[in-house]
Structure formats: structure tokens, C-alpha cells
């Protein structure tokens, strides 16, 4: 549907990003935006056309608490991501208006992982929540931040609570740091086996038809 496009377009093929992207980002596979295109998002240079955005920060609770944007989010587990695809699941479909848009913008440390990973997490679990309706998404705008919370503190202090960095690897909280990254990967087990079981499931269906 959108290879023939010249404009980069939703994850739904059916309006133009509402946000100018960088060409320059680590993961070409996600749409990217600048620290200053963050800025005067929160700035209210794009009200016109954004109805309402949410930034999603998947650092740990340690480095959320230590400083974070004006109004994001903390998302550091993957459970956040399938819990609210799942309650938007229950919801009707929504009518794409393309001067109301509702945008997610996710990030971590650098956006060189975790913030991906969950962005990615996310677009994988709505695209099986709508399977039966391709292309529709209940989230199909979504954007990463270009060298997450640091390239954007260093630029935009004053646009964080408090007006501090913690490091994801800090001496202060090195049990904290296992302790996170432990509870990641006993979910991520537990996600991977719960979709062999799946697949079983289905593969012994189709056998039995």
C-alpha cells in the first residue's frame, strides 16, 4: 500500500506523519524524531494537528525517579505495553481524523534498546489484536526519540522533573539494575513460552481440520 508513497505514513498506510522524522536514526525500522521536534511538541507548536501524545519512558523506575520528561510515562516492564493494547482492544475502532491525531512516543536511556524493543513489542501485539481488520491499528502513530533521555537533557533541561540524569549504571543502584533486569528476562521467558504454547495449540488445530 505505501511503497509507491513519496511521504512516510502511519503504521496504517493512511495519513502522512504529523511529526518530521530524522533520516539518521539507529533503527531504521522505526520512525524517529529529534529532541527538538520533542520540544516543540511540548511546546505546542503542533496543537493544530495533535489532539494528544504520550511519552513513554522504559528506563527503570530508579532512573524515571532520578529525572524524566514533563509528562511521560514510566513503561519500564513490557507487561505495560500488552496491558494496554489489551484494554484498547475491548474498545470500537476509532475514526481516523487526520487534524486529531494521538500519538505515543517512546524512549529510554539512549533509545538504543529498551525504547525500541517496547515500541516494537507494542506494534507487534496491535498488529495481532488486529488481525482480522489489516491494516487498521489502534495505535498507528508512533515515534521514537533520537538519542533518548540524554540527547534530550542535555538539550532541554528545563523541560525535566527534576532537572537531573541518572544513568542506567550508576553505583548507587547496582541492585536495582539486577533486579530490573532479571523481572525483564523472567517475562521474556515467559512471553516466549507462552507462545510455543500457542502455536502448539494452533498447529493441532489445523492438523485436527
Not at 539507529?26 to 520533542?38: C, G, W
Request: with cysteine; net charge positive.
Amino acid at each position: 500500500l505505501s511503497e509507491h508513497q513519496e511521504e512516510e505514513l502511519t503504521g496504517d498506510f493512511c495519513l502522512k506523519l504529523c511529526l518530521p522524522i530524522v533520516n539518521f536514526g539507529r533503527h531504521p525500522d522505526i520512525k524517529s524524531i529529534s529532541p527538538e521536534t520533542m520540544g516543540n511538541l511540548i511546546r505546542g507548536q503542533y496543537n493544530e494537528i495533535v489532539c494528544s501524545y504520550e511519552i513513554l519512558d522504559c528506563r527503570y523506575p530508579y532512573e524515571y525517579e532520578g529525572g524524566h520528561i514533563i509528562g511521560a510515562d514510566s513503561w519500564h516492564s513490557p507487561q505495560f505495553v500488552v496491558e494496554q493494547v489489551e484494554k484498547a482492544s475491548v474498545s470500537p475502532p476509532a475514526r481516523v481524523n487526520p487534524n486529531q491525531r494521538n500519538i505515543l512516543i517512546f524512549h529510554c536511556e539512549f533509545s538504543a534498546e529498551r525504547g525500541p524493543r517496547a515500541q516494537r513489542l507494542l506494534r507487534e501485539k496491535d498488529r495481532i489484536s488486529n488481525k482480522d481488520r489489516y491494516p487498521y491499528l489502534h495505535y498507528p502513530e508512533v515515534y521514537l526519540l533520537e538519542g533518548g533521555y540524554k540527547a534530550f537533557f542535555e538539550q532541554y533541561p528545563e523541560m525535566c522533573i527534576p532537572r537531573k540524569y541518572m544513568k542506567m549504571i550508576d553505583d548507587k543502584y547496582v541492585d536495582d539494575l539486577k533486579l530490573c533486569r532479571s523481572k525483564s528476562k523472567t517475562w521474556a521467558a515467559e512471553n516466549r513460552q507462552a507462545k510455543g504454547r500457542t502455536g502448539l495449540r494452533a498447529k493441532k488445530y489445523s492438523d485436527r481440520r
